[in-house]
């Protein structure tokens, strides 16, 4: 695996990557607010075919549009993002889709939780998101289409639009 944006700060304990999320990143294309950002920390591999991940997820989120997950890239036009995203002093399972522009799409969780499971499942040209509270019962958030084949990279991301960082 590799870094695509590496955060200034990152280490393994046992098989548990932690790392300090860099400061004022995200990661859109142009839809609303005009902007292109592709610049959040991504520790990826490269995947062909269909393929099933899944990441366990534990974040100290702290701003407005804090946001940690998993991520599928093919380029910097064709990705899906999801995962827990802070958003106004609410958690929401969130998902971005972007071919040219990112559409996105909020779940309230209205649970407390630790930690957040997220199973990710490519078949053909699409893409299965399911998350689950507590690692064991898991619900489909979303099925999104990726039309442009080739090796994705798939990893754990995050991001800090408008806070200072956290740690992931």
């Known amino acids: 695996m590799r ?5 200034t700060k990152w280490k ?4 548990t990557l932690e790392f300090q999320v860099t400061p004022k990143t ?6 609303s ?4 950002v592709d610049d959040g920390s991504f520790y990826y591999r490269e995947c062909g075919g269909e393929f099933e991940v899944n990441v366990k997820l534990t974040a100290d989120y702290r701003s ?3 946001q940690a ?3 599928l890239r093919l380029d910097h036009e064709n990705w899906v993002k999801t995962g827990i995203e802070f958003v106004d002093g609410i958690f929401y399972f969130s998902t971005v889709l972007t071919h040219g522009h990112s559409n996105w799409s909020l779940v309230p ?4 939780f ?4 997220i199973k990710g499942i490519k078949r053909k040209d699409s893409f299965e998101i399911h998350y689950s509270m507590n690692g064991k019962g898991f619900q489909m958030a979303s099925l999104v289409h990726m039309p442009k084949q080739g090796d994705m990279k798939i990893g754990m991301m995050a991001a800090s639009t408008d806070g200072n960082g956290f740690v992931v």
């Open 3 to 7: 870094w695509y944006n590496d955060p």
């Open 12 to 15: 393994f304990i046992d098989k």
């Open 26 to 31: 995200d990661y859109w294309q142009k839809t």
């Open 33 to 36: 607010y005009g902007f292109c």
């Open 64 to 66: 407005r549009y804090d």
């Open 69 to 71: 997950g998993l991520m």
């Open 109 to 112: 969780i209205k649970e407390k």
């Open 114 to 117: 630790e930690s957040i499971w």
